[in-house]
């Protein structure tokens, strides 16, 4: 990888390159043994068919492949190879896959074999389809019993399973072609992975009512099909669809508003450097500081008296999130915070607080933990905080907020996180939940009406896993999904990121938005080997910065000829500009204004550009 790569990425670890495979129409990627982007007729049918195995924490195993073949031509491919997991305690897992495809139907199949047995919580195929298009369109679903319903994809996120007991799905791809997905050797299930900002919908197989981990018992096959069949009823025609070639236009679109404010997320182990780092503070001018405040991690006066010097140096406000323990009663447990507040000097101006236990997932078929009554925690927090603005909702992200919806009568903002490594971390599906973030704002809005809204911290790297004992190590500084660190983040890759998260949320009307912290590994500030200089500005910094400086104007939207690739907004008379994409992009603003006509530009990859109109 070259050091321009770096730059972009944060990582010298390139990234496999997906192999296309062809069978006339119907074309499909292989990257890592699984199935990506399966067009037929230029159309995306399905945005991934994955065997995959995860472990106790719902971490996902890297499997060694051996034995790869692949043969395409005459209308037609095939591959085969086997793929090896190991587990805890020298338990070993073999996969045995073989996919075939012509140009109306696709086979893979699979055969899983441990010598040992094998602990897992998942283990098995996973079918995303996309969201774009699909979302609220009609679809027929075969149950395991023989049942047809003729029923649609959700458009609001479904908190639980939209589809349960499924043998097949149809949906139609273009006028006159529908598929048919079918899924043999288990029961499948589907859930809205649109909770987790991930850009598709999941049919995964073995229900979540049933118990995990489990064991796959030594030396018996577990085998499994999905079998992809398009019908094509028209008479010989195709679609130009997805190959159209020339510059990305963007036009001014009909959707105005204010751009929110900026956060930044500070935690108690980064108070100091926050702090020696003021300056920088100072030139970022974010509108808010959130700090986190977490009684179960050991965080008490220190902190609090550290964080009343950082707001005593802030222009801004401030908002301290309360992970509450619930160990005692709220109302006990918010008198001690208050009071520990008071002998720090520290009074914000909002208090975020949720139950620490609501950090963590509760799955379908799960049983939720003890925990007071919300309105028992809101309660306890006005009361305790007299005169401070009392916010809730999830410390965590949408997915807890949408299973355990909150009472928001009396809060003065509802809020919650994202982050596009829940599930997957290669750099296309991360670039992916782009596309996620305004059903999950709708959503919020079909819930909570014209309640004051924030999202954030929202980052790359993810700070707490509310599915499993812990966030995954990343010492090599790969694309793990669940990492606590990240390479992307350093580089280009995720200034791209946060440009198109503040543009896909500009319709939400957000209160506040933090997609940073200052320092550490979630901050704006490098660490040591980086593409920048230890202690010098990741790339992030200039897109907190400049969003930051557009805080409380107005914007207006931009429709885009290609909106998986570049997006962007107005502000005033600049068109900012954000090139989602690891290649360069020709884009057409020909349409903003006379004195632009004819004109198109060059954007480099994961680019970024502010353009001063003639007005």
Excluded at 328 to 351: L, V, W, Y
Excluded at 519 to 527: N, R
Aim: charged fraction near 20%.
């Amino acid at each position: 990888m070259t050091t321009d790569a770096f730059a972009l990425y944060g990582t010298h670890e390139a990234e496999e390159h997906p192999a296309r495979l062809i069978a006339g129409r119907l074309s499909a990627d292989l990257a890592n043994g699984n199935l990506r982007t399966i067009r037929y007729d230029g159309i995306e049918v399905l945005r991934a068919v994955s065997y995959l195995v995860r472990d106790r924490d719902w971490g996902t195993y890297s499997p060694r492949i051996e034995d790869l073949w692949v043969e395409q031509g005459n209308g037609a491919f095939s591959v085969r190879y086997v793929a090896h997991c190991s587990g805890p305690e020298d338990s070993r897992l073999a996969i045995s896959v073989h996919v075939a495809a012509t140009e109306h139907e696709l086979t893979f199949e699979a055969s899983a074999l441990s010598p040992t047995g094998f602990e897992t919580n998942r283990c098995g195929f996973c079918i995303l389809h996309p969201i774009v298009g699909i979302a609220g369109s009609p679809a027929k679903v075969e149950h395991v019993d023989g049942r047809v319903n003729e029923t649609r994809f959700p458009d609001r996120i479904d908190p639980w399973q939209p589809f349960k007991d499924m043998r097949a799905i149809t949906h139609h791809v273009l006028p006159g072609v529908s598929a048919e997905c079918r899924m043999e050797g288990d029961t499948f299930e589907m859930e809205d992975q649109r909770n987790w900002s991930d850009a598709s919908y999941k049919t995964y197989v073995r229900p979540l009512a049933l118990p995990w981990p489990y064991q796959i018992a030594a030396n018996e096959p577990v085998r499994q099909r999905i079998v992809l069949s398009i019908r094509d009823t028209r008479s010989g025609q195709t679609t130009a669809a997805g190959s159209a070639a020339g510059a990305i236009r963007l036009e001014p679109g009909e959707h105005s508003g204010t751009m929110p404010a900026i956060g930044l997320i500070v935690a108690p182990d980064e108070a100091k450097a926050v702090l020696a780092a003021r300056d920088l503070l100072s030139g970022i001018a974010p509108q808010e500081l959130l700090f986190h405040f977490d009684p179960n991690a050991g965080h008490g006066a220190d902190a609090l008296q550290d964080f009343a010097a950082i707001a005593a140096l802030h222009r801004g406000q401030s908002t301290l999130e309360i992970a509450l323990p619930c160990k005692q009663s709220p109302a006990s447990e918010t008198a001690e915070i208050a009071k520990q507040m008071q002998a720090a000097g520290f009074r914000p101006d909002a208090i975020m607080i949720s139950p620490s236990v609501d950090r963590q997932s509760t799955p379908p078929g799960s049983k939720w933990p003890e925990c007071p009554p919300l309105e028992e925690v809101y309660a306890a927090a006005h009361e305790a905080f007299a005169g401070i603005r009392i916010g809730g909702g999830m410390l965590s992200y949408f997915t807890e907020l949408n299973r355990k919806r909150v009472p928001a009568d009396r809060l003065g903002f509802i809020s919650h996180c994202t982050n596009p490594i829940v599930h997957a971390a290669d750099d296309l599906s991360v670039m992916q939940t782009l596309e996620a973030l305004p059903f999950i704002t709708g959503s919020v809005r079909a819930i909570y009406g014209d309640k004051p809204y924030r999202i954030g911290p929202s980052t790359i790297p993810m700070r707490q896993n509310p599915y499993g004992s812990r966030t995954m190590d990343n010492p090599a500084g790969g694309r793990i999904p669940m990492a606590n660190r990240d390479p992307r983040h350093n580089g280009r890759f995720a200034e791209a990121f946060a440009l198109g998260y503040a543009i896909r949320v500009l319709d939400a009307d957000l209160e506040c938005l933090t997609l940073a912290a200052l320092t550490g590994p979630f901050g704006l500030v490098a660490g040591k080997a980086e593409p920048t200089e230890e202690g010098g500005n990741r790339p992030l910094f200039t897109i907190v910065k400049l969003l930051s400086s557009l805080a409380g104007s107005a914007w207006i939207g931009c429709t885009s000829s290609h909106p998986s690739k570049v997006l962007a907004f107005l502000s005033g008379s600049t068109l900012h500009i954000v090139n989602l994409t690891a290649q360069e992009q020709s884009i057409d603003i020909s349409a903003f204004g006379s004195d632009s006509q004819g004109k198109s530009m060059a954007l480099a990859p994961f680019g970024t550009a502010s353009i001063k109109l003639a007005v």
